[in-house]
């Protein structure tokens, strides 16, 4: 199973993209939903979680402005990100864990704040 991200692109500071993740095929016995992000220079860091019971977890850097959403029936995961800063530009990253540990990550898509 693949987890093909998706929604990237170039947007200006103030404005809003909204990510999707989506996997090949089906996963089963998800723990954890998550999505990570990695600029230029930085290591990867944790942007937002999902638990399989719905409960959340955002970096303290995006509170406020993003959510994190996802739909159990398809294993489906969204980020919507409000109020961009260009200190949000990262290649996104979506990850998914399962109960036994194992991880799947995505192939990332590029979101850019710029002027």
């Known amino acids: 199973v693949q987890l093909q991200a998706s929604g990237g692109g170039l947007v200006q500071p103030g404005g809003s993209l909204r990510l999707s993740c989506a996997p090949s095929g089906r996963i089963f016995s998800i723990d954890t939903m998550g999505w990570y992000r990695q600029a230029p220079g930085k290591s990867r860091e944790l942007v937002a979680s999902i638990r399989s019971g719905g409960s959340t977890n955002y970096a303290d850097s995006v509170k406020g402005r993003v959510t994190i959403a996802r739909d159990n029936t398809k294993s489906t995961l969204f980020l919507q990100m409000m109020r961009l800063k260009p200190e949000d530009t990262a290649v996104y990253y979506c990850?998914?864990?399962?109960?036994?540990?194992?991880?799947?990550w995505g192939q990332g898509t590029l979101v850019t704040v710029s002027s």
């Open positions: 990850n998914v864990r399962q109960q036994n540990g194992f991880e799947l």
